[in-house]
């Protein structure tokens, strides 16, 4: 079935830096744009990045753009986005998302 898989959130000081994974397998990785989301304790889900199915069109909400990076390796089926700059304001749970289905989560708190 379809599975995705995040990882690499924790807890980081402002200013700081994470990388997300996304692993995903049951389908075919390579056909799928595949888009980040985020949800705050609180706040509705906000979307965050989106990467086209070759990585050609990239595209991020304004909040991120310019500290954040998307990515995706097809021959690993993985998805990254890179977070720089972290802001507490950055805290939340993010998921990666395709059109086949949303993993479950990975938990983000930026505090000193």
């Known amino acids: 079935q379809v599975q995705l898989v995040e990882s690499g959130g924790g807890l980081v000081q402002p200013g700081g830096s994470l990388r997300l994974s996304c692993a995903g397998s049951?389908?075919?990785?390579?056909?799928?744009?595949m888009n980040w989301f985020r949800q705050a304790p609180g706040k509705e889900r906000e979307w965050v990045a989106v990467?086209?199915?070759?990585?050609?069109?990239?595209n991020y909400a304004d909040s991120v753009k310019g500290r954040f990076t998307i990515s995706r390796d097809n021959a690993k089926n993985s998805a990254y986005l890179q977070l720089n700059s972290l802001k507490s304001e950055d805290t939340a749970v993010y998921y990666c998302?395709?059109?086949?289905?949303r993993g479950q989560g990975t938990q983000v708190t930026v505090s000193s």
């Open positions: 998302a395709a059109a086949a289905g």
């Open positions: 049951g389908f075919t990785f390579s056909s799928y744009a």
């Open positions: 990467i086209s199915s070759s990585g050609d069109y990239i």
